[in-house]
């Protein structure tokens, strides 16, 4: 027991830290200015880690937490904290991870962009499905306080999992997340589920019906509804297509429904044949005057309005002015030759290689799923873009010498790699290419510090800009710009 702790900072991964006899503690679900005591679970040589065990003082920055799974679910562990803490505790984690991690020379960090939406502000959750339901703690002391417990995990259940406890699911009545129509589709496909019998997967045995459902909606106001079935040896396609069919009807603002069996151990579907039960097999996003389609298994930043801005961000990196002054944005005026080529790394379904197609000579896009690249190619198309080539394939074999021989050697890299951040030989093929410039965009600043300290020794860091997509997460975007050095 440590007791009468104070709590300091902000930490990553939405906790926050105490220090206590000169030893560091992490401590989870509190914010800055907390009093608390505190109980040790896990202590190691130069740091531990604690939670609550009671609170002595509330700090005076403390919200109510407008969600009643908080603090059970991990999806939003900063709903105690007021957005405006929130945004000061990201821009200072942007700029500890590229100075700590990073090493290199930095400007002035802009102040970040905070998210238009704070709420309802998600175009795509993803939501688990499970025959043993996740009980929390008060739960579980009063089902053994009456004498219940017997069969109580057993409920299955519709919503997130749960870490640690992988095979459970915490059922989510209301998320905040999404408009409250996914609420009500999320609800009524669990209710119709337990009324008609029907069974909700079993991680570990790998059986049962129900899987998996992911809802995306979009600017246009269309919806994309997908539930991912586990069909057994005595069948399950009829039972799966009732409940499609009940759902058709009972929300007929769904304009693409969709479902799979999938037989695999994991949930993924990138390599999965899906199938439409109703409406098209896409919807479309917006963004200026441009259209995209955006498919089951194509990615889009789940935060539409914000998107709009991070993108504008990265456009404005690519093509502004250079603070040298050899590198001067071409205009639509100009001589197409005189345009800068652009790469675009991990484009996704192309939606900043178009976004930025109309002030470039020529823009590559590549991308690992083929899915993807096709809806990328489908955007071109429809936004009547003549300038985008799309490659799909691993980056480090697409990426080569040869390739960029071939395809022309770009003026802009633009690149914007998972959380895991550029392979190293991409790395190296960006260093021999030696573009003017290269605006990374990261969803992880630990990993994009890393390539920075790489990229160094031909390249110096103009402008660092984080944009929160996120809020009530410990998650930031940021993106930076880099000129190559003369």
């Not at 109510?64 to 059970?72: A, E, S």
């Not at 069969?151 to 259940?157: F, H, S």
């Not at 020794?457 to 410990?474: I, N």
Request: net charge negative; charged share 25%.
């Amino acid at each position: 027991m440590l007791e009468n702790v104070t709590i300091g900072d902000v930490a990553a991964e939405g906790k926050c830290v105490a220090r206590v006899n000169d030893m560091v503690v992490f401590v989870p679900w509190v914010v800055p200015g907390d009093v608390v005591d505190l109980q040790v679970r896990r202590k190691k040589h130069s740091y531990a880690e604690a939670e609550v065990v009671r609170f002595i003082k509330e700090s005076p920055l403390r919200v109510k937490p407008f969600c009643t799974h908080f603090g059970v679910c991990g999806g939003c562990k900063w709903q105690n904290l007021p957005y405006e803490e929130q945004l000061k505790a990201k821009q200072k984690q942007v700029e500890d991870q590229l100075r700590r991690i990073g090493k290199v020379e930095l400007p002035e960090l802009m102040p970040i962009l905070g998210s238009v939406k704070t709420r309802e502000y998600r175009n795509k959750l993803d939501f688990g499905c499970a025959n043993k339901r996740y009980l929390t703690k008060e739960e579980i002391e009063n089902l053994n306080t009456e004498g219940r417990m017997e069969g109580a995990k057993d409920v299955p259940a519709i919503g997130f999992h749960i870490t640690g406890a992988f095979d459970k699911i915490l059922p989510i009545e209301k998320c905040w997340l999404m408009d409250d129509l996914h609420n009500q589709i999320r609800n009524e496909i669990r209710d119709y589920a337990m009324e008609h019998g029907l069974s909700f997967f079993d991680l570990r045995q790998q059986v049962g019906l129900l899987r998996d459902i992911i809802i995306r909606n979009s600017a246009t106001g269309e919806l994309m509804v997908i539930i991912q079935f586990h069909y057994d040896e005595t069948g399950g396609e009829k039972e799966a297509k009732a409940l499609l069919q009940h759902i058709a009807d009972r929300f007929p603002q769904i304009t693409s429904l969709m479902y799979l069996d999938n037989q695999k151990c994991n949930d993924t579907i990138a390599d999965q044949d899906i199938f439409t039960f109703k409406g098209s097999d896409h919807i479309f996003e917006v963004m200026e005057d441009l259209r995209f389609k955006v498919g089951p298994k194509s990615f889009y930043q789940t935060n539409t309005e914000q998107a709009y801005h991070l993108y504008c961000v990265a456009r404005q990196f690519a093509f502004q002015p250079s603070s040298a002054g050899n590198f001067q944005p071409a205009h639509k005026e100009e001589d197409a030759e005189s345009l800068p080529v652009v790469y675009d790394l991990y484009t996704g379904t192309g939606t900043i290689a178009n976004f930025v197609a109309s002030r470039a000579r020529k823009v590559i896009g590549i991308e690992y799923v083929p899915e993807a690249i096709e809806d990328a190619k489908e955007n071109s198309r429809i936004n009547g873009i003549g300038n985008t080539l799309f490659f799909a394939g691993d980056m480090k074999d697409i990426l080569t010498d040869e390739f960029i021989a071939r395809n022309g050697r770009p003026d802009v890299v633009i690149t914007d790699p998972p959380r895991a951040g550029m392979h190293p030989d991409v790395v190296k093929t960006i260093l021999r290419t030696a573009p003017q410039r290269i605006v990374y965009v990261s969803c992880n600043p630990a990993t994009q510090a890393r390539d920075l300290q790489d990229l160094d020794a031909l390249y110096r860091v103009v402008s660092v800009q984080p944009v929160d997509m996120f809020p009530h997460t410990p998650h930031v975007e940021n993106v930076v710009l880099l000129e190559r050095r003369h």
